[in-house]
């Protein structure tokens, strides 16, 4: 949902942007009183200072809300996205099977990659839930906001917000070390530093999940090696190479079959050959390594989203907005 003065409510449902034309046009006022009332006084003078702010919101016994303060047009704008008081399940996401074994990893790095939107959250969330169900770990999460409410089984989950309870994703993943983890979730990996604590949590013998924009295993990759220096990227090739264990990519599409969305997937397993290709510095080859490796539980995107269009779920058009960086998609729909 979008709330800007000037204009009534907006909404996306199932990505598709729709206005309320029978509520009201927003006024300025209105909108400072809502994000006033959801972050006081205190915390909308540094929304004015920083022009931009993450946090969760909810109304009780109706929703929690993901919401982002910003300005345009010098006037403050809303945007919420609603978060749902159920954890998903990895067999209710539609995610390739062999994601359900990445919760028995018991330590190293994995990664869920996207756009924004694409439910890396989601994600993240149900393989949280699913190891608390499971192992009696110690998860510490570093989240901004905080979206998923756990509630403590077999394990004990202690989550940490940006701005309330921590500094930033870095200083999150560096305190946890000192916290006796098991499992460290780290929200998104957006900056050099956080990439950097990131790394050193998975080489300590922790088991670390991120979240991280890129489109799929081989350019995560490539973006972790790049935020260092030259003299130092052939060791952190060789940290990666031992460390990260898979990287799962997503792309949300709107069904056609029925309501909702649904993802297309691709799955980066750390085989021995994709260990050599970080390694050796052969990023290129681990796509070709992906495409011949099905046995193994990988698959690209190309061939998740021709399921998805063969078996009635998205429809053409939806698959063929992805054909400019996808080629080998657009030869299979041609076929």
Same mark, same amino acid.
């Given at each position: ?122 994600? !993240? @969330?149900?393989?949280?839930? $699913? ?7 110690? =998860? /510490?999460? %570093?989240?901004?906001?905080? +979206? ?60 670390? !999940? @991120?979240?991280?924009?890129? $489109? ?7 973006? =972790? /090696?790049? %935020?260092?220096?030259?003299? +130092? ?103």
């Amino acid at each position: 949902m979008h709330l800007v003065a000037g204009l009534p409510p907006m909404y996306r449902i199932h990505t598709v942007m729709q206005r309320a034309e029978t509520m009201p046009v927003l006024t300025v006022q209105q909108v400072e009183q809502f994000v006033t009332e959801m972050i006081g006084e205190d915390r909308l003078a540094e929304l004015r200072k920083l022009r931009n702010m993450d946090f969760s919101s909810q109304i009780d016994d109706v929703a929690r809300f993901r919401v982002n303060a910003h300005f345009q047009r010098s006037t403050i704008g809303l945007s919420f996205r609603l978060i749902s008081e159920h954890i998903p399940t990895l067999e209710e996401l539609y995610l390739p099977p062999i994601t359900k074994t990445l919760v028995d990893v018991p330590q190293g790095l994995i990664l869920i990659t996207g756009q924004a939107g694409d439910g890396k959250s989601t994600t !993240l @969330a149900a393989l949280i839930e $699913a190891m608390n169900q499971k192992h009696p770990y110690h =998860i /510490i999460t %570093v989240e901004d906001p905080i +979206e998923y409410l756990f509630s403590s089984k077999k394990s004990l989950v202690e989550q940490r917000e940006l701005g309330r309870d921590v500094l930033s994703f870095a200083e999150g993943a560096r305190d946890a070390l000192r916290q006796d983890p098991d499992v460290i979730m780290v929200g998104e990996m957006r900056d050099a530093a956080t990439i950097k604590a990131t790394m050193s949590a998975a080489e300590t013998g922790h088991l670390v !999940l @991120a979240s991280m924009h890129a $489109a799929n295993g081989p350019q995560a990759v490539e973006r =972790i /090696i790049d %935020v260092y220096r030259a003299e +130092e990227q052939g060791l952190i090739r060789t940290v990666l190479a031992n460390n990260l264990h898979a990287v799962l990519g997503q792309i949300l599409f709107k069904r056609i079959d029925k309501e909702g969305l649904i993802p297309a997937c691709s799955m980066m397993i750390c085989t021995p050959g994709v260990r050599n290709c970080i390694r050796e510095d052969r990023v290129h080859e681990i796509l070709s390594i992906m495409q011949t490796g099905r046995s193994e539980g990988m698959c690209l995107f190309e061939d998740a989203i021709l399921d998805l269009y063969r078996n009635g779920r998205v429809d053409e058009g939806q698959a063929l907005t992805h054909v400019s960086r996808l080629p080998g998609l657009k030869r299979a729909l041609s076929a």
